[in-house]
């Protein structure tokens, strides 16, 4: 715990100035982009693109592809919270006319890089005559990814504190005596799977922890298990994304097949005000690797969120996220 305290008060140091405006800039997919010297007004091209510029220069942003959960705005500034929802780049439908329609400087793009972003990427500043980057969006990465953008916003000295504190996170997560199996688990009943080598699997890979699930049958980063799958997994933790599949199990003595649930070693991980494991797989991340680090999610959240999002948690809130820090009783 104190190390990642010390690690997120390490972020505070006053940081050295740096040039305003990128010029041209190659983002992670290789391309050069010519990026205006002062953009104005942002467009995040998904979620993930979204939280990165909220955490960053929130005044530059536009707008929220899908608005936050509810309880969200609590732990954000309200200017944030209150900003609309504006279009999807990343899904199927055609925007263009739309994002014609903002006037945008620049569009940012955060996540995988693979050929099939990198073309979309591409597509979009084809079609809509706007400089386009993509971020590569590795959990890993994420001090390049922070330097970069504020290189292309003219906000170094900010990306610059952001990025040492993502280094300091992921440099004190301490190292586990021996391989700690964990299977993460989205549903309202626990039973949709992370597979390992997926962005959700990262905070934990951060960790040196091993995530576990049976074999995939559709190559998809989530599928249905059974629990009984689950038990034959025997993982040593079984971390949860929705506080209903705690009721889920709280309700089903089948659970108690699973010897993490039995051994009081199954949690419901935070999501203000984003989630802390993913949804969506950003900046918020860190959060998941502090909070599995330490164990104390009021602390880790509080000050988190104060140099990250700007608004420091109240008392209550504190208070609620330590309640709900605690293992899902059977």
Do not use: C
């Not at 309200?78 to 439908?93: D, I, N, R």
């Not at 900010?158 to 549903?187: D, F, H, M, N, Q």
């Not at 969506?280 to 988190?304: H, K, Q, Y």
Request: glycine share 8%.
């Amino acid at each position: 715990m104190r190390r990642i305290l010390a690690s997120l008060l390490l972020s505070l140091l006053v940081l050295p100035g740096g040039p305003a405006g990128a010029g041209r800039l190659v983002d992670a997919t290789g391309r050069s982009v010519t990026v205006p010297d002062h953009p104005a007004r942002v467009l995040p091209a998904g979620q993930p693109a979204a939280v990165l510029l909220a955490a960053l220069a929130p005044d530059l942003m536009l707008g929220w592809p899908h608005v936050p959960r509810p309880g969200a705005d609590l732990f954000l500034p309200e200017q944030v919270s209150a900003l609309p929802e504006v279009p999807h780049l990343t899904g199927k439908t055609d925007v263009t006319a739309q994002v014609a329609a903002l006037h945008p400087d620049l569009i940012v793009d955060y996540g995988n890089v693979t050929p099939h972003y990198t073309e979309l990427a591409a597509a979009i500043q084809q079609k809509t005559g706007v400089p386009t980057i993509l971020l590569d969006g590795r959990l890993a990465r994420t001090p390049q990814a922070l330097r970069m953008l504020g290189t292309a916003l003219g906000r170094p000295e900010r990306a610059e504190l952001l990025a040492r504190l993502a280094e300091s996170i992921l440099a004190a997560a301490p190292p586990v005596a021996g391989t700690r199996t964990v299977v993460y688990a989205k549903g309202a009943d626990g039973l949709s799977l992370a597979e390992p080598g997926t962005l959700a699997a990262e905070v934990f890979d951060a960790l040196g922890w091993k995530l576990v699930a049976p074999d995939p049958t559709k190559g998809e980063a989530f599928h249905t298990a059974t629990i009984a799958e689950i038990a034959r997994l025997d993982p040593d933790l079984l971390i949860l994304a929705e506080p209903d599949a705690a009721t889920a199990i709280a309700g089903a003595p089948a659970w108690q097949t699973v010897r993490a649930v039995r051994d009081h070693r199954a949690f419901t991980a935070p999501r203000l005000p984003f989630g802390w494991v993913e949804e969506p797989p950003s900046i918020n991340r860190l959060l998941g690797v502090a909070w599995l680090s330490s164990g104390d999610a009021g602390t880790v959240a509080a000050m988190f969120n104060a140099v990250v999002f700007g608004r420091a948690p109240n008392a209550d809130q504190i208070g609620a996220l330590r309640d709900a820090d605690r293992p899902v009783a059977p």
